[in-house]
Structures are given as C-alpha cells and as structure tokens.
C-alpha cells in the first residue's frame, strides 16, 4: 500500500470513524496514506435550528417526545433534550423505532413526536413505521423527520466539479472544500443504496471509491483497493464488503423510502443547506408531520462559538485541531455535537486516539 502515490480518503460513515480510531489503524498506514473524517454521524450533522426546533416541540404542553439517545444531551442554543427533560418535559430515550407505537397506545394522553435522524439506513425502518402508524390509524403520533441524504452531502463537499472549474484533472477546487483522492464508502449506507448512486464520484471528480465493512481488516482491505486504483489510474467504485452490501442494493428498503418519502433540501451543520439532501413524508403521509401539526417558529441559530464542529464535519480540520478539544470540551461536557455523538469524530478522537500528557 506504501508504494502508491500520497493519498487523502474519506471516510463518511461514524461506525467506520469509530472503527478506525479503536483499532489505531491510522498508526499502522504507511506515512503516504491519511484518513480523514467526513459527515458520517447524523447526530452531528443535524443543524442547530433543528436540534432548538426539537427542544421547543419537547416544551410544547402535552407532548412527549420519544428519540435516540445520542440525540439527547446534543447542546442547542438554550439547553438540550435532557435539561428539558430535567425540567419537566416528557423525553423518551427509544432503542428501535418501532417501540413508539408501544408508547404512543401507553400514552394515549399524549402527543406523541418521534424525533427521527439518521442516513439511508434507518430511514426505511421509520418508513416502515410511519406506514404502519397509518395503517393502524394512530392519531396521537407525530414524527418530526430530519434524515439525511449521503449522495448530495458528498457532491456538495466537493464542489464544483474538476472539469467544470477549469482545473486540473482529478482533484476539487471549489474553496473549502477538502482535498480528498477518494472514499472509504459507507457499508451500510451502500447497503440499502447499492453504488449507483455514487457512480458521480468518479464520473465528474475521477475520484475512487471503495465499499467497505467495519472490521479492521475489511477496512484495510478497502484501502488497499483504493490505492490499487490510483496506481492504476482508475476512479471506479468497487464493493469490498461483498458478503452484504450487493451494486443494486436492497430493493425492499429502496421501495420504502420511495412510499413514505420525498426528497427535500435539508439544513446540515457547518454545511448549509442542500438541495434534494433530506427527506420529508410523503403527501399520503403528511398527517403524521410534526412540522404541520405544530406551528413552531423557531430563529435560525448560529453555531455554538468556538466550535470548529462545521470544519471537522467537512474534513477541513481534524478533531484535534479544534481549540477546544480535550479542553473545554469533552464527552463529558460537550461543546458541540460531534463530541456528543458515540459516532462523532471528536468523541472517537479523544477516546482512542488523544495522547495523555
Ligand atoms: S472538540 Fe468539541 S467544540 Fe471542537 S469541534 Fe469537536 S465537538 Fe466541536
């Protein structure tokens, strides 16, 4: 792998961030090849207005909001999910999403709000879900939907395209955007997606991309591919991860996005908004959008200061580069999401990889 050319890849996924900070893999790569963080956690890509847009519908008399545990200490402009919950609000902590319906006939008194984040990957379970809710006719459950997208996110990352900008041949321009050789593909993601839908990577940026599992030695073995195809001068997508994730990805989950979902342009921290890069329920469906059930006006809100969250998410800074890592902000007390998140790169940075004076 050391005699390829220098390489930046991209990893785009938590678990991986996760995986290859536990296992040191970034000490064990030749000095050539770099790995850097991309926006893989959808607990730390959530925006700010929509974590405070969270935290008022929790406030709102009457309901209960039911998510995912990460979700819950994630600091917004005043307060988290927890500190409401301490003072008064009805917070629920869910492990499948499928326990809401449990919750909400438990709870008939309430306004149930399922507060949904994540990729590709969980986005068909919820989608499984809300139908089911229809189906049942549920009229106490609401969901307030911010899942994410990963095709556009990376597109925007990127910029405009080599070719486009009038630049060189391989590498995007636009500025901030990082200087990436390729990416580690997400296993999950692809998963559900296949790899049609990140054919572009090497179509308009000549950028190799590799689908990879989340054991060490799968991860290697993706870059190993990765760099296979620089020596070779190819910027194709390949599949390392064979034993689940298939090119045309899983049809079932494909036809369940497609029924309950739309895609919308959605709020990414540090990013900004992207076109088509969110999901929003369905018109068939729109009985069960928090959005429309409760009017809540909530101001656009700036990043917490001194959080450099935006930049570790576009892989321009690494998690240590941040002024405040390890300092005023810990996972203890976190300062921003991607220290909050198991899946954030701060937090795996300063669990497996911080050197200990
Ligand atoms: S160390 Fe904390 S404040 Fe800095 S980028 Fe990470 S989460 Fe944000």
Redesign the pocket.
């Known amino acids: 792998m050391g005699e390829g050319p220098p390489s930046r890849y991209m990893e785009v996924c938590g678990t991986h961030t996760v995986a290859i900070a536990r296992s040191g893999l970034k000490k064990l790569l030749p000095p050539t090849v770099s790995l850097i963080s991309g926006p893989g956690c959808p607990v ?1 890509v959530t925006d700010q207005q929509d974590i405070d847009t969270a935290i008022a519908l929790a406030r709102e008399k009457g309901v209960l909001l039911a998510t995912f545990g990460d979700m819950v200490r994630v600091p917004g402009t005043n307060g988290s999910l927890a500190q409401a919950k301490a003072e008064g609000a009805d917070v629920r902590i869910l492990y499948s999403p499928f326990e809401v319906l449990r919750l909400t006939d438990e709870n008939p008194g309430s306004e149930v709000v399922f507060l949904s984040v994540g990729f590709e990957t969980t986005a068909p379970l919820i989608a499984a879900v809300v139908k089911e809710a229809a189906r049942l006719e549920y009229r106490n459950l609401s969901f307030l939907i911010l899942h994410k997208l990963l095709p556009p996110v990376m597109e925007a990352l990127l910029g405009e395209p080599p070719a486009l900008a009038g630049s060189g041949p391989s590498l995007p321009v636009t500025q901030g955007s990082p200087i990436l050789d390729g990416f580690l593909m997400p296993g999950h993601v692809c998963a559900i997606l296949g790899v049609e839908p990140f054919r572009f990577l090497g179509e308009c940026y000549h950028l190799p991309g590799v689908v990879a599992g989340f054991d060490p030695d799968d991860i290697l073995l993706a870059l190993w591919m990765l760099q296979r195809q620089r020596c070779q001068g190819r910027a194709e997508m390949e599949i390392a991860y064979r034993r689940v994730v298939r090119a045309e990805g899983n049809r079932t989950a494909q036809r369940l996005l497609e029924e309950a979902f739309q895609p919308v342009e959605a709020r990414w921290r540090g990013i900004g908004n992207i076109p088509c890069s969110g999901l929003a329920l369905r018109q068939a469906y729109s009985a069960y959008d928090a959005r429309g059930r409760f009017s809540l006006q909530v101001e656009p809100a700036p990043d ?1 200061p ?7 998410l576009r892989g321009l ?1 690494s ?1 240590p580069e ?5 300092r ?2 810990t996972p203890q007390s ?7 998140s198991s899946e ?4 795996a940075s ?1 669990r497996y990889e911080r050197i200990i004076p």
């Open positions: 730390c917490t001194g959080c450099a969250c935006g930049e570790v800074l998690p941040c002024p405040l890592f390890g005023a902000c976190p300062v921003g999401p991607c220290m909050v954030g790169s701060c937090a300063y």
